[in-house]
C-alpha cells in the first residue's frame, strides 16, 4: 500500500514538472520584446517594459525563428529562409515601384523652378478646391526663399 501511495506522489511530480517545463517552453512563444533608450543613449532590450521609461513593444517586428525549435532539421531552415528572402523581396519590389512612381530629378527641379517663376511675381494662392488662399508678403517671400534654397541644393 505504501509503495502504491508512493508511486502515485512520484507520478504525480513528474506530471508537475513536464507541465511545468511545457508552460516554461510555451511562455516564450508568447513573450514581448521592449526596446528603449537611456539617458546617455543606449538602446536596451528586455522582456519587460521598464518602469518609469517610455519603452517600444517590438515584438511584431522580430522573426520568430528561435521561438521553435522545429527548425532543427536543415530542411524546415532552408525552407523559412526561403520565407524570409520572398518577404523581403516583396518589401524590395514595393519600394521600387513607389519609387518609379516618383518624378526623376530632372522633372522635379523643372517644377521646382517653374513654381519658383510663378511665386516671385504677383500671385494669387489658391486651396485644393480653387477658393483663394490668404498670404502674406512675407510668406511668400519665405516660400520662394525655401523654394530657391531647395533648387540650389538639389538641381545643379
Known amino acids: 500500500m505504501t509503495n502504491g501511495i508512493l508511486n502515485y506522489l512520484g507520478l504525480k511530480r513528474f506530471y508537475t514538472f513536464i507541465m511545468g517545463c511545457l ?3 510555451c511562455s516564450n512563444a508568447w513573450s514581448e520584446v521592449y526596446q528603449w533608450k537611456d ?19 517590438i515584438s511584431s517586428q522580430l522573426d520568430h525563428i528561435n521561438i521553435s525549435t522545429d527548425l532543427s532539421s536543415p530542411e524546415l531552415m532552408l525552407k523559412h529562409a526561403e520565407q524570409k528572402e ?11 515601384e513607389q519609387y518609379k512612381k516618383l518624378p526623376s530629378l530632372s522633372e522635379a527641379c523643372m517644377n521646382a523652378r517653374r513654381y519658383l517663376s510663378v511665386i516671385e511675381g504677383r500671385v494669387v494662392f489658391t486651396d485644393e478646391h480653387g477658393k483663394e488662399v490668404q498670404v502674406s508678403e512675407q510668406e511668400r517671400k519665405n516660400k520662394v526663399l525655401k523654394v530657391k534654397k531647395i533648387i540650389s541644393q538639389k538641381c545643379h
Not at 543606449?42 to 517600444?56: E, V, Y
Not at 520572398?86 to 521600387?96: I, S, T, V
Open 23 to 25: 508552460l516554461m517552453y
Open 39 to 57: 539617458e546617455n543613449g543606449q538602446i536596451h532590450f528586455s522582456d519587460r517594459a521598464p518602469a518609469g521609461k517610455h519603452s517600444d513593444n
Open 86 to 96: 520572398a518577404r523581403q523581396n516583396e518589401k524590395r519590389q514595393k519600394l521600387l
